[in-house]
């Protein structure tokens, strides 16, 4: 049941406690109900029973380190590497109660232990692996690409490259590795633009991988084709299949009449195929558009136009 939060930021906590005991909404738990609040819930702490929420209440500032251990909201993160169970140099035991001077001496010295055997290593894949998860969903990476990345990550992080260097920079490189080693069409302006990371800093971490770690693992660094940014560019435009179809056919006929394509950045050739198909079923798109799609500027669209024209 919900409650005026006017009522209970004016009359405090207790006074709320009261009204519903007079009300006899209070919920029976145990015969010695003790009450605390702990992570904006109201619980027993001698039964466990939650009672009730405390989703208002006056800030307080802290001044010492158990005034800010008792006033902590913020829960530590789990995450997909090292120990779940975290000791800490906490006072009190689950239930609340005082831990005594022989039980405060060890967990103090578990802790310690604990911590001593996290290694760099560890704290490393403890910040890239949320990072490369979450690119991944933003961009709905496939998920054997993503354990592709992964393991390019994973032999970067024992090769020791990411230090003095940024993570953020090794995980856009590696996902993108991993997108051309298995021919998917994304771009990297995609993985820089969606991961705030300048396209500087991946490029440089990706000359790495390239060169120091995919010959090690067997892995091979395919080119970009336009015909696999084709389909992604007029999804992106939603241009219907029969345009795709069109586009990808103009450029095969292209290519086998003698279309030079070395040195040519593919999505140029993919942005001009798609504007001529475009207008030929006449779903027009502006040049604008299709150079946004594609990433790309118009006088390299127009450029690619004429190409593909002179050999059709």
């Not at 930021?9 to 738990?29: D, M, P, Q, V, Y």
């Not at 029973?49 to 006056?58: A, M």
């Not at 056919?249 to 140029?268: E, Q, T, Y």
Request: glycine share 6%.
């Amino acid at each position: 049941m919900l409650y005026n939060y006017r009522d209970r930021l004016k009359n405090g906590h207790e006074e709320f406690l009261n009204k519903r005991n007079e009300r006899n909404e209070l919920i029976k738990c145990c015969d010695n109900p003790s009450f605390e609040q702990k992570g904006g819930e109201i619980v027993c702490i001698n039964c466990g029973v939650v009672i009730g929420k405390n989703l208002v209440e006056n800030e307080r500032r802290a001044y010492t380190m158990e005034e800010i251990e008792k006033r902590r909201r913020t829960e530590p993160r789990w995450r997909e590497f090292g120990p779940r169970t975290m000791l800490s140099n906490n006072k009190k035991d689950s239930n609340g109660k005082l831990i005594g001077a022989r039980g405060k001496t060890l967990f103090s010295r578990l802790s310690k232990i604990q911590n001593s055997l996290v290694s760099s290593i560890e704290r490393n894949f403890w910040e890239a692996k949320p990072k490369l998860k979450i690119l991944c969903s933003k961009m709905n990476i496939p998920e054997y690409i993503k354990e592709t990345a992964w393991k390019i990550y994973i032999m970067v992080a024992k090769k020791r490259l990411t230090m003095g260097r940024s993570i953020e920079g090794f995980v856009g490189a590696a996902l993108y590795s991993a997108i051309r080693i298995h021919e998917f069409p994304r771009l990297l302006e995609e993985i820089c633009e969606i991961s705030m990371t300048p396209r500087r800093t991946v490029h440089k971490s990706l000359s790495l991988i390239v060169r120091e770690i995919l010959p090690i693992m067997g892995f091979k660094y395919n080119p970009i084709r336009a015909e696999h940014l084709i389909f992604k560019f007029c999804n992106d435009l939603g241009l219907p299949m029969k345009t795709q179809k069109k586009a990808l056919h103009i450029l095969i006929k292209a290519s086998r009449n003698g279309l030079f394509r070395s040195g040519k950045d593919p999505k140029g050739l993919a942005g001009s195929a798609i504007y001529m198909a475009a207008k030929k079923t006449k779903d027009h798109k502006t040049q604008t558009e299709i150079s946004e799609a594609a990433k790309i500027t118009e006088v390299t669209l127009r450029s690619r136009i004429k190409d593909i024209e002179d050999n059709l």
